[in-house]
């Protein structure tokens, strides 16, 4: 199965928590069925478990619940503005090769507006797409086989996103 990030879905999962398109549109299978997240224990091989190995963009400290949940409060009013001004972050990868994250001065701002550093909002945006996308996936995205604009994701973040999937799935909706 080709994996999201690097058939340019990755852009897509990021556009469609910006868009307001369900997540299921853009992953393989039938988009309408109602899905179960595979539990932690059988997703760990597919994560990344050290952060140490992260550069770039994608080398802070790793997402918290508080920060998740904030995240999922925000989001909608994130999503609307951007949704009435065209504007859409993506994921990207800088000029060594490692994954980033791009947005506007105005996306930075609509950030700073609902209480967020920009770094840290599109660093939650992107690890939780990147979570998504192992959750509905079960891919193998170990470093090897992760595609480059996908960040690494700890089997913390992905039990983390695990827990607040229906809200998030919600939010983005």
């Keep these: 199965m080709l994996s999201p990030f690097r058939t340019g879905r990755t852009t897509a999962l990021v556009l469609a928590l910006t868009s307001g398109v369900a997540f299921s549109a853009f992953l393989p299978g039938d988009p309408t069925r109602e899905t179960s997240p595979a539990p932690v224990a059988t997703l760990w091989p597919c994560v990344d478990s050290a952060h140490a190995a992260e550069a770039g963009f994608y080398a802070q400290p790793p997402m918290r619940e508080e920060e998740l ?67 509905e996936n079960d891919e193998d995205y170990s470093a090897k086989a992760r595609p480059p604009d996908m960040p690494a994701v700890s089997k913390e973040e992905v039990a983390l996103v695990q827990r607040h999937l229906v809200s998030l799935l919600r939010a983005t909706s």
């Design 69 to 135: 949940a904030r995240f999922i409060d925000g989001f909608p009013a994130f999503k609307a503005w951007s949704r009435k001004t065209g504007d859409r972050p993506a994921p990207s990868i800088d000029a060594t090769g490692t994954p980033g994250f791009t947005w506007s001065d105005g996306a930075a701002a609509k950030a700073r507006e609902l209480g967020w550093q920009p770094e840290r909002f599109f660093f939650v945006l992107g690890k939780a797409a990147a979570c998504l996308a192992v959750i």
